[in-house]
């Protein structure tokens, strides 16, 4: 049985697909509830980054925003550095369940040196990307149940000066532009009045524009929502008031600031922007935002990342590299750097034994060499005693011969005397 | 290890005061999901005849193989292949790009062994493609084109499954969808049917294979409902290109002379559980579960096979698993420092303890010839000795007899002295 190749096998009609006509209801208008019913099902997660000075109102807007008490206490002006606190709550409205995360910046513009205060946030905003790119890395991953923390809308607080940005401001939303949405928001703004906030607020815009930053524009290529969108883009940034005070306005108890000289009422659009947040952030946007973090700055990070770490997706020629490819590419790069670290430590060792066993030989040939020395000396030495036992015999060779010749003398002498007296005794006895 | 921000273990359920307004995040959701427009791919599996193209149109309301794009089925294959068509359909404001993908010569030849094979390759080949685009370091929006659901014909025969069937849905039930469906059922009467199916159902499970289960949901009427979808598994099913008007409506189905066997009729055949069940209630769920589960099976073996070697380890395997492959590689090479490491303090040690050994010996060796110097010098300095006393002796012996000479000598010439004295006096006599 021959089978073809799959490219031969496989036939596309046409580059995309041809539009058919349908004799009757099919019934698959329904995806888009099927689709929302799972991520019902699934419930939904929403993470906000506030970062502001101290005392700017950041957990009584937050508190405001989604209508409860959140845990935390004011915190005082005396932190040594920028941390980020985050707190997550279940929350539920109708069928709807959100797991919502409040990412808190503690101790912001309150320290003397603010050159490193943005550091700590970016750190933070980098920190969640790189949770999820390991997870999506992995080999067995669980996307599906995977919590996801990163930060989908930084709310940053602009303090209500009236004149302009702070520098503080201006570096550090410079700094996270490309790494989260940002949505300046004017805080405590009932300190202005309504023609100091159009002023302000001109300013601002004119400001972030001239240092190019990239706050987040509401969606426009949506039909439903384009044109409120666009109208709200143009009010940006809101100035809120945040309070969850009530007073009583008319019958109605209403969240509210009460001053001497009168009632400043969050919800009423001629007083702040807080309904106008409220819309955006949550009623018309939050999906967007959630999209815009995962296809934008996610993908942005993890570009990086993987550029980082020295993966392409085309080889030298240009050819597209298959993961497998990839993988194997780095991995038997990677095994050749570690047998090379192996082979040059025992290269290092051989070395050493080398270099050592030289030097013990050396010592040992000295050794030799000073015995061989002492050998010689002791030889000469012995040599010089066996001349002189030599002649000390010689010597007394020579001297036995003497003593030997002169007794063999006198005995011959004595014999002659003896007979040469005997002779004169015979002489004179005649 | 990534540090997880510090939050509150435990989210905290909190009761809300007012209408805040995320509960309208659903609808975000559908609008921007109708914005991007769905896709879905479904396969049809099945020997030739059995009425797959007549189904698909059926099921579409469309005709997907007219006179300008023939199907499959009119053409003579020799081999098994497999073709995909694409088709943009539009209702209520949802725009849907379907695929279809046939395999016509499956199961015709004479000998059918590997027919699945080309089906394998094609829906890993899918799985491979949407591997290297997710992997990319520039990610774009990627398309879907993974197989999500794969309707697997079975020829009505009343008996029960053909050898060939059961070894595709073993081959294919963990790589996609396997929705088993017995074709032209208007063959079969319901006893026959209901038999059929059990017959049918008691081999799947005898050989394990798993087919696509419904899952349950939180409500419990529609539990139900799925428990009876699920009694009437594997669905048999009828398809129509042709409309018939009966009893004044108009409605597709088979004109026989004893009467006409309706697709939409519940009574006749569960064409229209399948269409409700595929398209309208369970089509998003099919790709999920082709997402979450087999895409995934796919990929962690593909990876698994790049970074475990093949696995040899499986102990080890185990924990790999959890990495990603990078990480896999960064552990390696922690592990290998500490394996190199220990080498290091291995060598060392045997290194030390040789050179110790070698110079123990140069310094036993010194220690001996020492010795052995120190033992001749002794030697020679007593041959000295001995020399020095043999001479002292000598000397002695030399002075005392050359002492006695001289007596001798003396004693001599005295004697001699007096015979001249005595030879003058001799004279004289």
Request: charged residues 30%.
């Amino acid at each position: 049985m021959q089978y073809e190749n799959i490219s031969a096998d496989m036939k596309q009609e046409g580059e995309g697909a041809r539009a058919v006509p349908l004799a009757g209801h099919v019934g698959f208008d329904s995806m888009p509830d099927q689709l929302v019913n799972k991520s019902v099902n699934h419930g939904f997660c929403f993470n906000i980054l506030c970062v502001g000075e101290t005392g700017l109102g950041k957990s009584t807007l937050m508190d405001t925003l989604f209508n409860t008490k959140f845990e935390g206490e004011p915190t005082q002006h005396n932190q040594p550095g920028v941390q980020l606190k985050s707190n997550t709550y279940e929350l539920q409205e109708s069928n709807v369940r959100l797991k919502l995360t409040v990412v808190n910046t503690v101790g912001f513009g309150d320290q003397i040196n603010k050159e490193d205060s943005y550091k700590s946030i970016v750190e933070f905003i980098d920190t969640q990307f790189e949770a999820y790119l390991q997870e999506e890395l992995k080999i067995k991953r669980t996307l599906h149940s995977y919590h996801d923390t990163r930060i989908h809308a930084c709310l940053y607080f602009i303090a209500p000066t009236g004149h302009s940005l702070k520098s503080l401001d201006l570096v550090t939303m410079k700094k996270l532009d490309s790494k989260v949405n940002i949505i300046p928001i004017i805080a405590k703004s009932d300190a202005i009045s309504k023609s100091e906030l159009t002023k302000f607020k001109i300013k601002i815009t004119s400001e972030l524009v001239s240092n190019g930053v990239q706050i987040y524009q509401f969606p426009t290529d949506d039909e439903t929502v384009a044109e409120i969108n666009a109208t709200m883009n143009g009010h940006l940034p809101f100035a809120v008031v945040g309070s969850t005070e009530e007073v009583k306005i008319g019958n109605k108890m209403v969240k509210a600031r009460q001053y001497p000289w009168g009632t400043v009422q969050v919800e009423n659009e001629n007083h702040c922007d807080f309904v106008k947040l409220r819309e955006m952030l949550i009623r018309v946007n939050m999906e967007d935002l959630r999209e815009q973090t995962h296809t934008r700055h996610y993908e942005l990070y993890r570009r990086c990342k993987l550029e980082e770490m020295g993966f392409k997706d085309t080889d030298p020629d240009c050819k597209p590299f298959s993961l497998q490819e990839t993988y194997e590419a780095k991995r038997n790069e990677f095994m050749g750097e570690l047998q090379k670290k192996e082979e040059e430590m025992r290269q290092m060792f051989v070395q050493r034994v080398k270099e050592k066993e030289a030097e013990l030989k050396e010592a040992e040939k000295e050794l030799h060499e000073k015995f061989d020395r002492l050998k010689k000396l002791h030889q000469d030495e012995k040599k010089k005693l066996e001349d002189k036992k030599k002649s000390l015999d010689d010597e007394l060779n020579g001297f036995k011969q003497k003593k030997t010749a002169a007794e063999l003398l006198q005995s011959q002498a004595q014999q002659a005397g003896g007979s040469t007296t005997l002779k004169r005794d015979k002489e004179r006895k005649k | 290890m990534i540090e997880r921000p510090e939050s509150t273990v435990a989210s905290i359920a909190r009761n809300l005061e007012g209408y805040v307004g995320f509960a309208n995040l659903p609808n975000q959701v559908y609008r921007k999901s109708v914005k991007r427009g769905f896709e879905f791919t479904l396969m049809v599996v099945g020997e030739s005849g059995l009425g797959k193209s007549t189904l698909i149109n059926s099921l579409f309301l469309t005709d997907l193989y007219s006179k300008d794009y023939p199907g499959p089925s009119l053409r003579i294959k020799k081999t098994v292949q497999v073709e995909q068509s694409k088709v943009l359909v539009k209702e209520g404001g949802v725009q849907l790009t379907l695929t279809i993908v046939d395999t016509p010569g499956f199961g015709d030849a004479v000998d059918n062994s590997n027919c699945w094979q080309p089906v394998i390759n094609y829906i890993d080949s899918k799985c491979e493609d949407f591997l290297n685009a997710e992997s990319r370091v520039n990610r774009r929006l990627m398309p879907d084109n993974r197989v999500h659901c794969c309707l697997y014909f079975i020829a009505p025969s009343g008996h029960g499954l053909k050898p060939l069937d059961i070894e595709f849905m073993k081959r294919l039930h963990d790589k996609v969808n396997v929705i088993p469906l017995i074709a032209k059922a208007d063959t079969l009467t319901p006893e026959e049917c209901q038999l059929f199916k059990k017959q049918i159902m008691k081999e799947i499970q005898e050989h394990k294979i798993k087919i696509y289960e419904f899952p349950d949901t939180e409500d419990d009427e529609d539990n139900k409902l799925i428990r009876k979808i699920k009694e009437r598994m594997p669905l048999a099913v009828v398809g129509s290109n042709v409309v018939i008007e009966v009893n004044g409506k108009k409605v597709r189905g088979r004109q026989y002379p004893w009467g006409v066997a309706e697709v939409e009729n519940g009574e006749h055949c569960d064409f229209t559980v399948l269409r409700n069940m595929l398209i309208r209630t369970h089509m998003q769920d099919l790709k999920d579960v082709t997402n979450n589960v087999h895409y995934e099976n796919y990929r962690s073996k593909k990876l698994a096979a790049v970074t475990c070697n093949g696995g040899v380890d499986i102990s080890k395997t185990k924990n790999q698993m959890t990495r990603s492959p990078l990480a896999q590689m960064e552990e390696e090479r922690r592990e290998h420092v500490m394996k190199m490491k220990k080498m290091e303090t291995e060598m060392e040690q045997v290194f030390e303890m040789k050179v110790k050994e070698k110079k123990q010996k140069l310094k036993d060796s010194e220690a001996e010839l020492e010795r052995r110097h120190e033992q001749m010098k002794k030697n020679l300095e007593a041959q000295y000795k001995e020399l020095e006393e043999k001479r002292r002796h000598y000397e002695e012996e030399k002075s005392n007899w050359e002492a006695q000479q001289r007596i001798l000598e003396q004693q001599k010439l005295d004697a001699s002295k007096t015979m001249e004295k005595n030879k003058k006096k001799g004279k004289i006599f």
